[in-house]
């Protein structure tokens, strides 16, 4: 979607036929699926009043995998994002993609397809990050807004207030307006709380400013990185209840979609097997191979097969997942949770505004 906007800008071709604009805001509103936004249609009566092009994210449905992408138009399987949580075969250790980075420069170099933002300034267009102050020297920001103009403004109603005097700026530029706050509030109290809905109606208040009187050379796009499903505790289940930890180097990815990596000399086969028989009715068992015939992942370059899990356990019912041997105590609160292939996971908004 970024690559697109940066094309709308420079009057070219582009993979979401958005017509020629002088700017182009992406905002990108973390967790907020497409079946998340019209089932809390009331809340958001001005996103749900403007058509949705069908989209979906790349798989696994998770924000570290999703935005890399995004920001540097390439796929997970070719940027080494292969998911949050994975174990680095070449360092022996595991490694939190989103928000495990020590400082800048290391998600920068890990990370080393050019990004979006570089793009822009090679061919003279400016390139803004409006987010939260705390990410403008993460990791994650060196891996994917590299080159870009980062403005750190905390407040979403001030995010957007700077987007629109971006906008109005006579100055060729893509702005990329993140926000994060609606998968922050979903994890700690669901998407159907009233704290969750409550700052949907703000977010779709802002948007609607936005556009009023927006420029005629202007254009925005709203979209999300993935969606979210609301598990309750009772549908909780832990892999430690019949593989031991012993078995593991290390069990990652997220809470329906859980990274096994195994041990040298275990057998895999007769897991995969064991946990089949065991989830069945909850989930399926892969492994990449089986993700790549699927179509889900491509050939594996080698950035990603380092990373790539030997099984993967994907909920395909109403469920969490978790090995209490690698899980955080605190990640066992959560109550909206996401990664696995499900639509209301992978499907997610796309909104042109202008165009």
Not at 65 to 79: D, G, K, L
Request: proline residues 3%.
């Amino acid at each position: 979607m970024l690559i697109s906007a940066l094309k709308s800008v420079l009057g070219e071709p582009n993979p979401l036929d958005l017509v020629a604009k002088r700017s182009v805001c992406v905002i990108l509103v973390d967790g907020l699926g497409s079946l998340n936004l019209k089932t809390a249609g009331g809340h958001a009566s001005y996103l749900n009043s403007l058509t949705s092009e069908s989209a979906m994210c790349w798989f696994p449905a998770t924000t570290a995998t999703s935005i890399t992408s995004f920001a540097t138009a390439s796929n997970p399987w070719s940027n080494g994002f292969l998911g949050y949580q994975v174990f680095n075969q070449k360092t022996v250790s595991s490694m939190n993609l989103l928000s495990g980075w020590n400082d800048f420069e290391e998600g920068s170099n890990y990370q080393n397809l050019p990004t979006i933002s570089e793009q822009a300034n090679s061919v003279g267009v400016g390139f803004h990050t409006v987010a939260p102050a705390v990410y403008e020297r993460s990791g994650f920001t060196g891996a994917t807004m590299r080159g870009s103009i980062f403005h750190g403004v905390n407040s979403i109603a001030e995010r957007f207030e700077k987007a629109k005097q971006l906008l109005s700026d006579p100055i060729a530029k893509v702005v990329y307006l993140y926000v994060p706050e609606l998968d922050q509030l979903a994890h700690a109290q669901g998407s159907s709380s009233t704290a969750w809905l409550n700052e949907l109606e703000s977010v779709d208040s802002y948007v609607r400013v936005l556009t009023t009187n927006l420029p005629k050379s202007a254009g925005i796009v709203v979209t999300a990185d993935h969606g979210v499903i609301d598990v309750d505790k009772t549908n909780h289940i832990f892999l430690d209840e019949f593989v031991s930890g012993n078995h593991f180097r290390f069990v990652g990815g997220d809470t329906r979609a859980l990274y096994l990596y195994f041990k040298d000399g275990v057998d895999i086969k007769d897991h995969r097997n064991a946990l089949e028989q065991t989830l069945s009715d909850t989930c399926y068992v892969v492994t990449t191979e089986d993700l790549i015939a699927a179509g889900y992942w491509g050939s594996l370059n080698s950035a990603s097969s380092n990373v790539a899990p030997d099984l993967v356990v994907l909920a395909r019912k109403q469920v969490a997942l978790y090995h209490r041997d690698f899980a955080k105590a605190k990640s066992m609160n959560m109550i909206a949770h996401h990664g696995s292939i499900s639509n209301q996971e992978m499907a997610i908004p796309l909104i042109k505004i202008g165009f």
